[in-house]
């Protein structure tokens, strides 16, 4: 095993991380998604970087966490080709749900922490956290993703209260744990029930198209239609979208903007439909980001976890159930289905690129045929994302930013 105090060969931890993967992917096939490729994953790192047996830089000397880096927003782009201009305008339903998800999750963890307040804080004077400071802390870190545990992070060391600044980021990296199984569990329901629907003849079929065909064709010049020429114009598309996230402090989110814009321009006939499907990049591109979700593993400490033990239990039994009941209500008003409301409230655990890929594993283990699959992704894959956007990317940082300065207030 390589020693943790020196670099692990790069093409060692690409093959180690490929090796997870493809376990990971054999099981979730084996069990029909029943664990997901993500949880059992997650487990794995979790296990390996929590024994050692797992050196921290493994993700990071892959290259692939680098790379991840670079190629989301060409995939939040490529998302928003897939979705039309007609989904994304049906989808207002799915966005009131993710914000009563927020909403929930807060309001179960200050409910919390009034019946727990005692056990998880001590004395403001002897320089302990407070109940309020956890709730302000777990509501952030759960609800949202990297940004709201920065916010979090910045509130509490500002007046020294170190637990708090740790408590965020162990949420953020166990969350996952949480998240997957119970949606996928959930969205397999889902799924199963849109099959249902699909053979009644109330689903709509959906055209399978061969990702060797260009479908639609795209206004561009033939040129641009190659590997390099995709990629070229979608960079130019996230530039652009990262430049309007500066001009606007961060109030228009670089990847919301790129989604939007993808969406637009496979409207326009610029971009065809599934803009990256096709092209010899995009398998490399997806195994890259599917590490981001890995990646806050290997800073988990086992002390950290024993010391925060019980309020890390308090916070996801409590906000789950925050979630579960404030989806499940606002999504029953709206006319969905209860396992697809709370799958869309757990979006808050992990978002993208958990959003595509439990959809996607959800429609393939229920759909006997391609287009079983493709009818039933287009019900549930455009809800899950526009849900991950609408719960960690805008509501939380929203909510976080201004419940953040209650931290160390009592």
Not at 232 to 253: A, H, R
Not at 369 to 387: D, G, N, Q, R, T
């Amino acid at each position: 095993m390589p020693s943790v105090s020196s670099p692990i060969n790069p093409i060692l931890a690409f093959t180690i991380v490929m090796l997870v993967w493809t376990i990971s992917d054999y099981v979730a096939k084996r069990t029909k998604s029943l664990l997901s490729s993500l949880f059992v994953a997650s487990i794995i790192f979790l296990i390996g970087f929590l024994t050692g047996f797992f050196p921290e830089d493994l993700l990071a000397s892959s290259s692939l966490l680098g790379l991840a880096g670079v190629v989301v927003g060409f995939i939040i782009v490529h998302l928003g080709t897939m979705i039309s201009l007609d989904d994304f305008k049906a989808q207002w339903k799915t966005f009131l749900i993710g914000v009563s998800t927020v909403v929930g999750i807060g309001l179960a963890l200050l409910l919390a922490g009034f019946l727990f307040g005692p056990r998880i804080s001590g004395s403001a004077a002897d320089g302990f956290a407070q109940r309020i400071d956890f709730v302000v802390a777990g509501t952030g870190a759960l609800s949202g993703g990297t940004i709201s545990v920065l916010i979090v992070q910045e509130a509490a060391l500002g007046i020294g209260l170190t637990s708090i600044a740790i408590f965020p980021v162990l949420i953020a990296a166990l969350q996952g744990l949480v998240g997957f199984p119970i949606t996928s569990l959930l969205l397999r329901r889902e799924a199963a029930r849109l099959k249902g629907e699909y053979r009644a003849g109330n689903l709509a079929p959906v055209e399978v198209k061969d990702t060797a065909d260009a479908g639609p064709r795209s206004k561009l010049p033939a040129a641009l239609l190659t590997t390099p020429g995709t990629l070229f114009c979608i960079g130019i598309v996230v530039l652009v979208s990262l430049g309007i996230n500066n001009l606007t402090n961060g109030v228009l989110n670089t990847f919301v903007v790129a989604l939007l814009f993808g969406i637009g321009l496979r409207t326009a006939g610029i971009f065809k439909p599934s803009a990256l499907a096709g092209i010899d990049a995009f398998g490399l591109m997806m195994l890259a980001i599917m590490i981001l979700v890995f990646a806050p593993l290997a800073t988990v400490k086992p002390s950290d976890v024993a010391e925060l033990a019980f309020p890390l239990l308090i916070v996801f039994v409590f906000g789950v159930a925050g979630i579960a009941i404030f989806s499940a209500l606002v999504g029953k008003v709206l006319g969905y289905s209860i396992p697809m409301s709370v799958s869309i409230g757990l979006t808050s655990l992990f978002g993208f690129p958990g959003t595509m890929i439990l959809s996607q594993e959800a429609a393939k283990g229920a759909g006997e045929s391609p287009e079983e699959v493709a009818a039933i992704e287009h019900e549930i894959l455009p809800k899950m994302i526009i849900a991950g956007f609408a719960t960690v990317t805008i509501t939380s940082v929203v909510i976080t930013s201004i419940i953040a300065g209650r931290i160390g207030t009592g």
